[in-house]
Every structure is written in structure tokens, then in C-alpha cells.
């Protein structure tokens, strides 16, 4: 079977310790689809040994749902407030190990390469992520939720699908050169 036409399914997150944001991507004949992008609310819980829990929870839930490939995460960045990097990288590692547990390989993404890769621009705001996520996966209004962090996992699995998805990779091409030669009907724009 060619790997063009494998499916292959990549869980995206947001990690959170108020709210951690996911999305799931399906990608078939080399187009990825939205499946499904949500959150979970942690913020109601005071115990931040119950908040790891329940992402601990639900990424296993996920995984047994959807059965992803693979899973693409974003990185904590380097803040000013040590207790709350701490927690954060709590909750990466918490999601991570659920990952692990049923065997997932992990792929982490550095905030900036995740909003350059969606947007082009590493300093993009949030809405502009989520437009862009809309935009190309083409979702319906309707189907967009107003928390965020939903699109930024969603963010992370299509960032993902873009550092994966490179048509050298497949050994029937040698260069760019040579694949734009074999494909002229597929680049466009060049003189």
C-alpha cells in the first residue's frame, strides 16, 4: 500500500492545567480532516493532583477512541512564573505518559513553531490559529467552539501533519527540482 493512501490519525494537545485543548486529525490520501477538537476544564477542580488525573484520563480516553498514530504536543514555554511552568510541564507529562502507556509515539512543538507553521507568523494570536485551523481544514462556523485552547491542540496536530507531510520524503523523488517536474499540475506560481 502506498503511504499516500494510508490512513493515519494524529492527536493534537493543548496542555493545560486550567484548560487543556485537544483536536484529532484524520489523514487519507494525504488531506488531513478534522474528526473531532475539545476541551477539558480543569479549573474546577482545586487539587492539582486530580486536575493531572483527569488529563491523565481523558487523553487515555481519547486515545482509546480515536486510536491515534501519533501524538503532537505543545511545549511548555519559558515564562516568568516558575510554579505555574512547573505545572504546566506536570500536565505535559501527564498527557505524555498516557500517550506512552499505549505505545504513541510523541512529537512536541514549541509554541512559535506551531503558530509559524499554522499562520506564518510565530507571534499569531490565538484567533488567528484558530481561523487558520478553520480555514484550511474548511470547518463550518457552526463546528468551531469559543474556547481556544480546542483550536491550539487542533493547531498542534495540523502543525504536525505539515512537518510530516513532505512529498520528498517518499523515495520516488530526489530533489523539490525533481518532484515539481513529475508534478507540474500540482505547483503553481512559478516562472
Not at 486529525?25 to 477538537?37: C, F, G, Q, Y
Amino acid at each position: 500500500m502506498s503511504t499516500i493512501n494510508k490512513e493515519r490519525i494524529i492527536l493534537g494537545i493543548d496542555p493545560g492545567t486550567q484548560v487543556m485543548g485537544y483536536g484529532v486529525l484524520r489523514v487519507l490520501n494525504n488531506k488531513p480532516s478534522l474528526i473531532t477538537m475539545g476541551v477539558l476544564q480543569l479549573s474546577k477542580y482545586d487539587d492539582h493532583y486530580l486536575k493531572l488525573r483527569r488529563i491523565f484520563e481523558r487523553v487515555i480516553g481519547l486515545v482509546e477512541e480515536y486510536l491515534p498514530d501519533e501524538l503532537a504536543i505543545e511545549a511548555p514555554f519559558f515564562g516568568k512564573n516558575v510554579q505555574s511552568m512547573l505545572k504546566l510541564g506536570r500536565a505535559q507529562g501527564v498527557a505524555m505518559a498516557a500517550a506512552l502507556s499505549r505505545d504513541i509515539p510523541i512529537f512536541e512543538y514549541a509554541p512559535l513553531k506551531i503558530k509559524m507553521s499554522i499562520t506564518g507568523n510565530g507571534k499569531a494570536a490565538k484567533e488567528q490559529v484558530a481561523y487558520m485551523c478553520q480555514q484550511y481544514l474548511k470547518i463550518p462556523d457552526e463546528n468551531m467552539l469559543p474556547q481556544l485552547d480546542a483550536t491550539d491542540g487542533l493547531a498542534a496536530a495540523l502543525c504536525h501533519y505539515f512537518q510530516t507531510n513532505n512529498p520528498t520524503q517518499d523515495k520516488k523523488f530526489n530533489s523539490w527540482k525533481d518532484f515539481i517536474s513529475k508534478n507540474p499540475g500540482k505547483v503553481s506560481g512559478l516562472k
